[in-house]
T-cell receptor, first 116, second 111 residues
Framework: GAGVSQSPRYKVAKRGQDVALRCDPI?????LFWYQQALGQGPEFLTY????????KSGLPSDRFFAERPEGSVSTLKIQRTQQEDSAVYLC??????????????FGPGTRLTVL | RKEVEQDPGPFNVPEGATVAFNCTYS??????FFWYRQDCRKEPKLLMS???SGNEDGRFTAQLNRASQYISLLIRDSKLSDSATYLC????????????FGKGTSLLVTP
């Protein structure tokens, strides 16, 4: 079946522009995660959804970052007034569920954001 | 200080060599441990989970030492296709789900 998909794959924005990054999780996956991966670093957790509920947004770096998943499926990560330090690969991951037992997180290919 | 620390490498080894990667984590309450593999410009993919009893998957062996807060990955008989970045990953009990990644260790296997 289809894996996690993300669009666009590449985005170039001028400093100050707003951007929206989309994630289509694996069908039926309850949990959805966003991570940010800067060049030469490991991914860093941004936020977590269980269905449509955003249960954890502790990793969002500033109030310019906003994520939503209104119908519990597709998610959008929005970055307002982009800055150069926002340049990174934004990875989306989904997993079947979250509970006592860890469920493998499957990653999408990422959106590479470059802010000029 | 990052919660998960790894030697970034790069490790350059010839085909057939055995190579070991190490990782330390700072949160003693961490509860789940993994190695992920990430190819250049690709997404991370789960390589294997890591258990205190140690576990093996073909040429790959992972070990966890909770007392020392230390995780290792051993790759035997290296193949060219093993060239990638290996990410040490920990889940802390305070979240229960967020993956905490190390910086990754780069491996290049040469002919």
């Amino acid at each position: 079946g289809a894996g996690v998909s993300q669009s666009p794959r590449y985005k170039v924005a001028k400093r100050g522009q707003d951007v929206a990054l989309r994630c289509d999780p694996i069908s039926g996956h309850v949990s959805l995660f966003w991570y940010q991966q800067a060049l030469g670093q490991g991914p860093e957790f941004l936020t977590y959804f269980q269905n449509e509920a955003q249960l954890d947004k502790s990793g969002l770096p500033s109030d310019r970052f906003f994520a939503e998943r209104p119908e519990g499926s597709v998610s959008t990560l929005k970055i307002q007034r982009t800055q150069q330090e926002d340049s990174a690969v934004y990875l989306c991951a989904s997993s079947l569920a979250w509970g006592d037992r860890y469920n493998e997180q499957f990653f999408g290919p990422g959106t590479r954001l470059t802010v000029l | 200080r990052k919660e998960v620390e790894q030697d970034p490498g790069p490790f350059n080894v010839p085909e057939g060599a055995t190579v070991a990667f190490n990782c330390t984590y700072s949160n003693s309450a961490s509860q789940s441990f993994f190695w992920y593999r990430q190819d250049c410009r690709k997404e991370p993919k789960l390589l294997m989970s890591v258990y205190s009893s140690g576990n093996e998957d073909g040429r790959f062996t992972a070990q966890l030492n909770r007392a020392s807060q230390y995780i290792s990955l051993l790759i035997r008989d290296s193949k060219l296709s093993d060239s990638a970045t290996y990410l040490c990953v920990v889940i802390s009990s305070n979240s229960g789900y967020a993956l905490n990644f190390g910086k990754g260790t780069s491996l290049l296997v040469t002919p």
